[in-house]
Structures are given as C-alpha cells and as structure tokens.
C-alpha cells in the first residue's frame, strides 16, 4: 500500500510538474502569437500604405506633363526614388511577415506536440492507477480467502485440541 502511495505521489509530482512547464510554454507561446499578431498587423497597414503610394504615383505618372506643373514633376522624380525604397520595404515587410508566420505555425506545432504528450502522460498515469486498483481488489480478495482458511484452520485445531484432551475423561 505504502508502495502504491509513494508511486502514485511520483506520478502525481510528475504529472503536476509537466502540467506546469507545459503551461509555461503554452503562455511563452501565447504572448510569441500576440506579439507575431501585432507585428503582421503593423506591417499589414504598411503595406496597404505603401500600396496606396504606389497607386498614387502610378496615377500621377500617368497623367501628361504640363509647363505649369513642373514642380509637382520634380516632386514625382523625387518619389520615384522613394517608390523603390519602399518597394524594397514592402517585400522585405512581406518577407518577414512569412517568417513569422512560419514561426506561428512552429510554435502550433510544438504546443500540439506537448499537448499531445501531456494527454499521454495523464493516460498512462490514469492506466497505472486502475491497474493498482485492480491489485488492491485482488489483495482484499485474498486476504478474505486467507482470513477464512485461517478461521476454518483454527476451528479444526480446537477440534481436534478437544477430542486429543477429551478422550481420556
């Protein structure tokens, strides 16, 4: 009994440490989603920014030069610099963005795989348990077998304790 008390603390020690470290991670990875979340969010905005920019510059470049509008031109040759600096920020944007939801689906990943692993501990420590209390039931089965051999042994020993005693009166 002593036996089954301490493995089953064991178990139970085992099993509250994994629940722990497991929510631990599951935290870690929850507040790594918010923050990728945040930052695809930031950089979605950007990039529908950057997008509108270049709809803009592409609508302003397509209408025909005139006399009077030579400094919105100037402007526009200016832009168009920029245009390629922010085209380079806005792929650059979008790969980072894949990167981190490569990173997301990881993280999925590797809390499924804990899960799944905590699952299998709390199985095997459910199937440990019934097993010993399948053992506790046939203990108490055999030590009642035993209590009434005993009792059947004794009632036959004073028996014969009377009759060895008795003949002789």
């Known amino acids: 009994m002593d036996l089954k008390n301490d493995y089953g603390r064991k178990v139970e020690a085992q099993l509250k440490s994994a629940r722990q470290e497991l929510q631990g991670v599951r ?53 168009a610099g920029d245009l390629v600096t922010q085209k380079t920020a806005l792929r650059e944007a979008q790969e980072r963005a894949t990167d981190m939801g490569n990173k997301v689906n990881g993280l999925k990943q590797a809390m499924k795989d804990k899960s799944k692993e905590l699952a299998a501990l709390e199985k095997r420590c459910a ?39 008795d003949p002789g009166n």
């Open 27 to 79: 935290r870690k990875h929850v507040d790594e989603l918010d923050k990728f979340r945040r930052e695809i969010q930031t950089k979605a905005v950007l990039i529908q920014q950057l997008q509108q920019n270049l709809g803009y510059l592409g609508s302003s470049n397509d209408r025909p030069a005139s006399s009077s509008n030579m400094e919105p031109l100037a402007h526009n040759k200016t832009s």
């Open 127 to 165: 199937d440990r348990e019934a097993y010993t209390d399948n053992l506790e039931k046939e203990l108490e089965e055999v030590r009642g077998t035993l209590e009434d051999v005993i009792g059947r042994v004794s009632t036959h020993q004073s028996r014969k304790r009377r009759r060895t005693e």
